[in-house]
């Protein structure tokens, strides 16, 4: 089967935080992925990112659903920036809705650098 292109690979993250379903978020990430959203200091390796996306789950209670309202993509080389509107649903009736632009370095298949940009007082709002 042939390689996936970057824009694939990003949409493919996307499908998988829209069904919730963290395992699969977890296996488009190379083990040495720099995850850092901005407002906070980065995460090295996916074992660290697990930690992370794992704790801030259990903070809210079980993962509803999660939506990308994307707005727009751009590409250059295996870099994928998308400016979407994050919205995400939990358990406990806490909801998000946030602008972020993300950037997505792909290697092989796999997103290996993955920067969120946004204002820490919207996504807190």
Not at 28 to 45: A, K, S
Not at 53 to 81: C, M, P, Q
Request: proline letters at 3%; aromatic letters at 12%; glycine letters at 6%.
């Amino acid at each position: 089967m042939p390689e996936a292109t970057s824009v694939e690979t990003v949409r493919r993250f996307e499908a998988a935080w829209r069904a919730a379903d963290l395992q699969a978020v977890y296996g488009l990430m190379t083990d040495d992925i720099l995850y850092h959203n901005m407002p906070r200091d980065p995460i090295h390796g996916l074992d660290a990112v697990k930690r992370y996306v794992d704790a801030y789950v259990e903070r809210f209670g079980r993962l509803l659903s999660v939506d990308w309202d994307i707005k727009s993509t751009a590409v250059n080389g295996n870099t994928v920036f998308i400016e979407r509107i994050s919205r995400l649903s939990w358990e406990n009736g806490h909801r998000t809705a946030c602008p972020i632009v993300g950037v997505f370095e792909v290697r092989d298949g796999k997103i290996a650098s993955w920067r969120d940009y946004f204002d820490k007082g919207t996504f807190d709002a």
